[in-house]
């Protein structure tokens, strides 16, 4: 009877950050995978904000933490997944064990966030790549600017393989963050109004869940009318086009009065990346409502106290609440049935090479989603 070969270290490409601004595109060493991890062959990998603010992270670090791939090779303890699967890759990596775990919190795992050495890590073992033989390690403990990524089985959600990999992959994270926000963070609840500021890859992924929330009005708020006519497309009933010359936003708060009787939005999320955007929010939610910053901003702002008054909540939620067993299966399942687009997110692809004419495009507001694809 034959077997298959034992696998044996692979040898990939994968662009890494040097923590000083730049990245090089190089060879890195992917060992064999312990006896409970899994070795995944990247298909597609999403492109977002985070990945640009991942070159000054303390360095050499390997980029990208959206992907979807196929196994490759398995450890000896690892049974729920095969050679062949197609998977989609998720950075929480919930330990299952802890106090966040126990309370549903699983973005705040207190093993992937080091905050109980007795917990181990959700990274992959010692020297699970090398580059220039010195072990590095990956963004979010995935790296999936990579050929290949090793990675515990918690951080692996298994794909149908009818949902292409150029758009199961921006589930990962950016539709993850904002459909869970929409839906896992803020409860929006049928009839209620929604704005949402900033329409690239997590705006649209929050007004597509406020849409399965059953939201009755979804305000879209952007700089560019094409990102405007695509949030239209996904959900939104109202689109606001901002101006630069609206600098304390007066016109843009007057508008989404004028939409909302007077109150205000029940929930109102901002998605920019902008740090000066961060507080906006309070100023779109009503009295008693939500007010959600979504984009991980980075950077000093100061904002007056008496915004936070009339009982608004200012909540800044980490991966939108993500339980990656309850919430990747139906994330899946809604793109199955066309309830969540994913398509007409994805506008622009690249290969590995291109990373930095991607992430040029997504800063210059050029595209929606891009994602980076291997062979």
């Known amino acids: 009877m034959s077997t298959s070969p034992p696998p044996s270290p692979r ?38 904000h985070t990945d640009h603010a991942s070159l000054h992270w303390p360095g050499p670090l390997v980029m990208g933490h959206e992907g979807a791939g196929v196994i490759e090779a398995v450890g000896e303890a690892v049974t729920e997944f095969a050679v062949g699967h197609p998977v989609l890759l998720n950075w929480a990596i919930p330990c299952g064990r802890c106090a966040q775990c126990a309370r549903g919190n699983a973005p705040l795992c207190e093993r992937t966030l080091a905050r109980d050495a007795s917990l181990g890590t959700s990274a992959a073992g010692p020297r699970h790549t090398l580059w220039n033989g010195r072990a590095i390690e990956r963004s979010f403990n995935l790296g999936t600017f990579a050929e290949y990524t090793l990675v515990r089985p918690e951080a692996l959600t298994p794909l149908p ?87 304390d936003h007066r016109a843009l708060i007057q508008a989404v009065l004028a939409l909302t009787g007077g109150r205000g939005a029940d929930h109102a999320f901002e998605a920019t990346g902008q740090a000066a955007l961060s507080f906006l929010p309070l100023r779109l939610a009503r009295d008693g409502g939500n007010a959600l910053q979504l984009s991980g901003s980075h950077g000093e702002v100061t904002v007056p106290m008496p915004w936070f008054q009339w009982n608004k909540r200012y909540l800044t939620p980490l991966y939108g609440g993500c339980v990656p067993d309850r919430d990747f299966p139906r994330l899946i399942d809604w793109a199955l049935s066309g309830a969540l687009e994913l398509a007409s997110m994805v506008d622009a692809s690249y290969r590995l090479n291109e990373l930095g004419a991607a992430l040029d495009d997504m800063l210059a507001g050029r595209t929606t989603k891009g994602v980076v694809l291997f062979d």
């Open 11 to 48: 040898t990939a490409l994968a662009a890494i950050a040097d923590g000083a601004g730049a990245f090089v595109i190089e060879p890195v060493e992917v060992r064999v995978p312990a006896e409970d991890e899994v070795r995944v062959r990247l298909k597609a990998a999403g492109v977002c």
């Open 161 to 247: 393989s009818e949902l292409p990999m150029a758009q199961a992959c921006i589930l990962g994270c950016g539709v993850m963050t904002g459909v869970g926000s929409a839906i896992n963070i803020a409860e929006v609840q049928p009839g209620e109004s929604v704005a949402v500021i900033g329409c690239g890859g997590v705006g649209l992924s929050v007004i597509q869940g406020a849409r399965l929330a059953g939201a009755g009005r979804i305000i879209a708020v952007d700089l560019h009318r094409a990102k405007l006519d695509r949030a239209q497309e996904l959900g939104a009933t109202d689109c606001l086009l901002a101006s630069r010359d609206d600098a």
